[in-house]
Every structure is written in C-alpha cells, then in structure tokens.
C-alpha cells in the first residue's frame, strides 16, 4: 500500500460541498439574527399594552367590588388612590372634577393614565406636542374626541422607542374609557 492511498483526509469535493452547505444556512439564518432588535421591541410595545390592559380591568373590578356607581375620585384600593373614574367605572385620570364629573377625556388625563395604572417609570412618555423635544420618548400619547360616551373619544399610545421618524409604522394603544376596550395595533405615525 503506497503513502497516498493510506492517508485520510477531505477531497476537496467533500470540502465544497461543505463550504456550499455552510454559505446557504448563512443566507437564511442571518436575516433572522440580524432582525431580532424589532423583535425585542415589539415584545417590549406588547408587554407595556398587555399591562395597560389588565390595569384597566384591574381598577374596574376595584370600582365595582367597592360597590361604587357613577364617576368616583380617588379610587383607594388601586394603585396610589389618586386615579378618578369614568361615570361607567373605568379609570379616567387625576383631578378630573372639572371634567363633567367623569363625564370628559381631556388635557394630560391619558399621560396619567398611563403612569396610575402602570405605577412605573419604564417608559418615558410625552404628549403629541411636546415628543420631539423629550430625549429618548418610548411612548406617545394624545387623545380623540372629549365626550367619553362618543364612540371615538380614546387615549392612544404609540410606542415610538423602535422608530421616532414620522411616517413609521409603529405599535399603538387605543383606549376606550367608556366602555374600557383596549384594542392593540400598528399604525403611522403622522405629524
């Protein structure tokens, strides 16, 4: 047996084929790895909204175990007691007496919203018209309509941490204080 036909090794067909094997599972693989900064952004819009979510449910099962009717001030048993209701019992914002008596969404009540029924400071928030200017916003906020039994009267929250450009597709929170929907989606963000 000569020295040639007795060593082992890869032919070079094996180390292409190899190499092929290697560049293809690149190909599609890297784009998955590349993208998981979105991913992780929109788990993070998803999560904040879930939250939302189950602290407006969580301060209307408080209003109706508390046996109140009407609009309430100062809800005691959630969170720090300083979020007023709506007259249908779901959480409206702080020092709303001049709001109808629970009856108006108006000013800064969804930046409060926000910060009542999450009672965390993860996030920085802004309002519609100051965003630009606070370094570093998470979440935008503004309202529709001021009459909460109209159909369009919410607070919506756009999650804008991923891409503050205007005409962006981002994640939203459009909350009804009415009737207490929550509903989750994506929209662009205009001027």
Same mark, same amino acid.
């Given at each position: ?72 001030? =100062? ?31 108006? $000013? =800064? ?17 802004? =309002? ?38 205007? $005409? ?16 989750? $989606? ?6």
């Amino acid at each position: 047996m000569s020295r040639l036909q007795s060593s082992k090794g890869f032919t070079l067909i094996e180390l292409v084929v190899v190499i092929i094997i290697l560049g293809i599972l690149a190909v599609v693989a890297a784009p998955r790895f590349l993208n998981l900064g979105q991913d992780a952004h929109d788990a993070r819009a998803k999560t904040a909204f879930a939250a939302f979510a189950s602290g407006v449910k969580l301060y209307h099962s408080c209003w109706l175990a508390g046996g109140h009717s009407g609009y309430t001030q =100062d809800l005691a048993c959630y969170g720090d007691g300083k979020l007023d209701s709506t007259t249908t019992g779901f959480p409206l914002g702080i020092e709303t007496a001049t709001a109808d008596a629970g009856a108006k969404l108006q $000013g =800064d009540y969804c930046g409060q919203l926000w910060q009542g029924l999450l009672a965390n400071n993860e996030f920085v928030i802004a =309002d519609q018209y100051s965003w630009r200017t606070v370094p570093n916003v998470d979440i935008v906020y503004w309202y529709g309509a001021v009459d909460i039994t109209d159909p369009n009267a919410y607070c919506i929250f756009n999650y804008v941490s991923d891409d503050r450009s205007f $005409g962006s597709e981002n994640w939203d929170l459009k909350y009804y204080p009415f009737d207490g929907r929550t509903i989750v $989606g994506r929209s662009t963000l205009s001027q």
